[in-house]
């Protein structure tokens, strides 16, 4: 080819390339001129309404939520009426707070524009991989501004206006001055607002005057208010997560090993549980409500909540519950108590009593709540405590025999029985006053509670798996172990359970085999009236009605428990059909009594809360009595 043709020819493959060249990037720029002019205009739609950041130097109007009983009458909680709240200029905050806040919430607080795109986008692929939001990309800077002006609803529309509002905010004002509205506006619970309430409320001293490991419950608490909150149920993970600021705070070399290790062995002391009505069930419910709404909304937006609470028997079970417990420690060396009563149709928390007086003194004076104290006023036992049921178990298991087509003349023998090696020993059950009976039906050997028969009908008629996936499908929420790890001594009580659990459980019996998850809220009403939560769940049938009547049946069978209980017990009522069963823990730790009538479901457990042993102290002798003195006033009311 002659070089005159072949220059030509490279010219116009030239001229193709850069044309084609050309026409990419010109789609490209398109693209991105798209995309910014879609962004600004989505920029623009949500910014014309939000209200400026001048806001942040107003007053807010605030209107107070309010929880109500389920008469809507008596007032149990204002939440924010009593708001707890002083202003402090950012130097009165120790460094170690903010470093700690800093360290755990927003670590490139002072490198972003307001928000943080990279952690927001390292936070979402780790969701993505382990397929659940696990972490959070949320910056100090969208945080106030979540508190102050929006919900915590999870739309896209609300995301992008925390991040317009986040960005004009740290375009206006300095970071010294956002770290100062945070640390002042925060939620930490219990109508606590910023952080020099929540150490005068929590510590009972001044923020200034806090300790590191103080100042790391405090960056904890921010994460969930409610949630944490250290006069709740969930205290361990609370402390979990102080672990988990003081690893940050290391990590972000504001500390050393050494001062991290020591605050994290550090004790940290709470002030009691400020008093209110039903402390316990209101802690309950208003955790529901923070997860459901969140703080902010909960606290400032006028909400009515009718809680499913009887204030009537409320009162009479916080009453017989002191009285109660008062006799046990003389008699008993039992400290402590809780009450459960559920209307077994609905799910509705009728009462609650997480404690034997939740304004009282932990006991002994000086003992450590967590390890020494017999009595502990702010844990909640009925949600918090997993405890040993003892024989109040065993219906469970019986309802599984029933199932599978046995029923109560069904004869089991009660004889000494080896039943092999469990736990690197013989296990060979006895029935409490030592004595066999030979053969015996199913309904002597529920009825009395005799424990060698109903290892046997765990063992050869109902199964421990099947027993077990019949407890949790009435309610039990524990027992996640392999069903190898209790063995047989689970139908004598060999796994923790709960207190509301097994109350929700037994509902099930009282309810033709019909369960509903308990609730404590019957609706809730926005400041204009409107209902904007009504609790409707739906029933599932778990159980035939034909066993839960034979286990009714048997369980108000005054005459099968006599030969144990005696004649004249306080399980039994003349009035009406009562069905109830004891239980005591094989190390006479944990004593209880639950049972049923028609329209109300009761337990009691009754016991130390260090797992002290109760001094000669059965399930029929200290939780039954205060059973008994609740279902009289609960079936006797009007």
């Known amino acids: ?59 807010q109007l605030i209107q107070a939520t309010k929880i109500y009983d389920r008469t809507g009458e008596i007032v149990l909680s204002s939440i924010y009426q009593e708001e707890k709240r002083t202003y402090l200029d950012l130097e009165k905050f120790p460094e170690i707070l903010k470093e700690a806040i800093i360290a755990t919430e927003d670590a490139r607080f002072y490198q972003h524009p307001g928000v943080d795109f990279k952690a927001g986008l390292r936070a979402l692929m780790v969701d993505l991989k382990l397929r659940a939001p696990k972490q959070g990309g949320s910056t100090i800077t969208q945080q106030l501004i979540r508190s102050i002006f929006l919900t915590n609803e999870k739309t896209i529309e609300r995301k992008l206006k925390e991040i317009i509002l986040a960005i004009e ?6 970071k010294e001055q956002i770290l100062e509205w945070y640390l002042n506006q925060i939620p930490f619970g219990i109508n606590i607002y910023g952080a020099q309430e929540a150490s005068l409320t929590y510590f009972e001293k001044p923020i200034w005057e806090i300790s590191l490991a103080q100042s790391a419950i405090l960056a904890a608490i921010i994460k969930a208010p409610s949630y944490l909150s250290p006069y709740g149920e969930h205290l361990d993970e609370l402390l979990s997560r102080k672990n988990y600021v003081l690893n940050r705070m290391q990590q972000e070399n504001f500390i050393g090993e050494e001062e991290a290790e020591a605050a994290k ?75 459960v009563a559920i209307e077994p149709e609905s799910g509705g928390i009728l009462a609650m009593v997480g404690s034997a007086d939740p304004n009282a003194e932990s006991f002994p004076l000086g003992c450590n709540p967590r390890k020494t104290c017999k009595f ?32 109560d003349k069904t004869i089991v023998l009660d004889e000494e029985t080896n039943f092999g090696v469990f736990g690197g020993k013989a296990y060979i059950p006895q029935n409490y006053d030592g004595r066999f009976r030979g053969p015996v039906t199913l309904r002597e050997a529920l009825a009395q509670s005799l424990n060698v028969p109903s290892v046997k009908v765990l063992n050869n008629l109902a199964g421990l798996k099947d027993s077990i996936g019949l407890a949790k499908l009435m309610g039990i929420t524990t027992l996640e172990q392999d069903p190898s790890f209790y063995g047989l001594s689970l139908v004598l009580g060999g796994g923790g359970v709960k207190l509301l659990d097994m109350v929700a459980s037994y509902s099930v019996f009282a309810n033709n085999g019909f369960r509903i998850s308990p609730s404590p809220i019957l609706k809730i009403e926005d400041a204009k009236g409107n209902i904007i939560y009504q609790n409707k769940k739906t029933p599932k049938k778990v159980l035939e009605s034909s066993v839960c009547d034979l286990i009714t049946d048997v369980l108000s ?34 004593a209880w009594t639950i049972g049923y009538a028609k329209n109300i479901v009761t337990g009691v457990w009754v016991g130390n809360n260090d797992n002290s ?14 059973w008994r003195a609740f279902m009289e006033e609960a079936i006797n009311k009007d």
């Open 557 to 590: 069978d005054n005459q099968a428990r006599s030969p144990i209980f005696g004649e004249n017990s306080s399980l039994r009522f003349d009035e009406q059909k009562v069905a109830v069963k004891t239980g005591t823990s094989d190390d006479y730790v944990d």
């Open 376 to 407: 502990v006023p702010d844990f909640n036992v009925a949600t918090q405590g997993e405890r040993q049921p003892g024989s109040s178990f065993k219906p469970f298991v019986y309802a599984t025999a029933f199932s599978k087509g046995f029923d």
């Open 169 to 174: 905010l740290d375009k206006k004002y300095s």
């Open 613 to 626: 042993a109760i001094v000669r102290g059965l399930g029929i002798s200290t939780a039954g009595p205060i």
């Open 1 to 59: 080819m002659p070089k005159r043709k072949r220059v030509l020819k490279i010219y116009q493959q030239s001229n193709k390339i850069k044309n084609g060249l050309f026409f990419i990037l010109k789609v490209v720029l398109g693209i991105l001129g798209s995309l910014i002019l879609v962004g600004v205009s989505i920029f623009l739609f949500y910014a014309k309404d939000l209200p400026r950041p001048e806001k942040f130097t107003e007053a």
């Open 265 to 339: 062995k550090s004790e940290v002391e709470f002030s009691k549980l400020p008093k209110t009505l039903a402390p316990h069930f209101i802690t309950f419910v208003r955790q529901q409500l923070e997860e459901k709404y969140g703080e902010k909304f909960l606290e400032t937006k006028g909400l009515k909540i009718y809680t499913t609470l009887d204030w009537g028997l409320q009162k009479k079970a916080e009453e017989i519950v002191r009285k109660g417990v008062e006799k046990n420690k003389k008699a008993f060396g039992a400290y402590n108590g809780a009450l």
